[in-house]
Each structure stands twice: as C-alpha cells, then as structure tokens.
C-alpha cells in the first residue's frame, strides 16, 4: 500500500526529478526597481515609490518623484523614518546607510505596515536580509 502525498514537497520528492531543491542559493539583494516591484505588490495604496543612494542620486521610480524626495529626506536630516500626512493621502520615507525608499499612498495607507515594509525593503536592498533590518 502506498501513501499518498499531501503536500507539495512530498509531492516533488515522489515525483522522481530529483527532490526538492532547497540547497538553491537566494541573491544576495533586490535591484532598486525589484525592490520598488515588491513593495507595490505589499500594498494597493501606493500611488508612486522611488529608490535613491545614499547621496540622493534616483536608482528607480520616475524621475519627478526624485527632488520632492530628496527635499523630504533633506527636511529631516537625521531621521531614519519619516511620515507626512495630507488630507489627499500621506508620504513615507525610510533610508539607510546606502538607500532611502520614499512612497506616496493613498488616505488608507496603514502606517505602521508601510513603515515595517520600507525597513525590510532596505533590508534586501542592501542583500543584509529580514533578521538585520
């Protein structure tokens, strides 16, 4: 009598092509426009998101986005977080040592979560991973 699979790993483990390959090695960091790409598969309410470097130079995200940017970051020199709120919908910000994420949302835009996603987003930016960031 054989068993039969009841998960997707045991059913690749029975299906003869060699297991599961767990042993794949992960990239080591997103692209700026990955990481732009994954945040907008996070949240609907992201209207617009741009990645800068460290010296406020656009990696990804449209080009009008990079000086409203870069003057919110300027704003607040020494924050590693930043957030503004306006009755049309609110602007969040993070950076790093090597990168800042700045998004525009919409008026639903969950604060916090947008806050935990941009600090995991610099994570993979900087190929660091979730448990450092």
Same mark, same amino acid.
């Given at each position: #009598?054989?068993? #039969?699979?009841?998960?997707?790993?045991?059913?690749?483990? @029975?299906? !003869?092509?060699?297991?599961?390959?767990?042993? &794949?090695? #992960?990239? @080591?960091?997103?692209? /700026?426009?990955?990481? &732009?790409d994954y945040l907008?598969?996070?949240?609907?309410?992201?209207?617009?998101?741009?990645?800068?470097?460290?010296? !406020?130079?656009?990696?990804?995200?449209?080009?009008?986005?990079?000086?409203?940017?870069?003057?919110? &970051?300027?704003?607040? /020199?020494?924050?590693? @977080? &930043?957030?503004?709120?306006?009755?049309? !919908?609110?602007?969040?910000?993070?950076?790093? @040592?090597?990168?800042?994420?700045?998004?525009?949302?919409?008026?639903?835009?969950? /604060?916090?979560?947008?806050?935990?996603?941009?600090? #995991?987003?610099? !994570?993979?930016?900087?190929?660091?991973?979730?448990?450092?960031?």
């Amino acid at each position: #009598m054989r068993q #039969m699979a009841t998960v997707v790993s045991q059913a690749i483990r @029975d299906s !003869g092509t060699h297991g599961y390959p767990r042993a &794949l090695p #992960m990239t @080591d960091a997103l692209t /700026p426009a990955q990481a &732009l790409d994954y945040l907008r598969t996070l949240s609907a309410d992201i209207r617009e998101a741009a990645v800068l470097d460290a010296a !406020g130079g656009l990696l990804a995200g449209p080009a009008e986005l990079a000086e409203p940017a870069r003057a919110l &970051l300027a704003a607040a /020199p020494e924050a590693d @977080d &930043l957030e503004v709120a306006t009755a049309q !919908g609110c602007v969040f910000a993070a950076r790093s @040592d090597s990168h800042a994420v700045v998004v525009v949302c919409g008026r639903f835009a969950l /604060p916090a979560l947008v806050r935990f996603d941009l600090r #995991m987003v610099l !994570g993979d930016l900087a190929g660091v991973g979730r448990a450092a960031a």
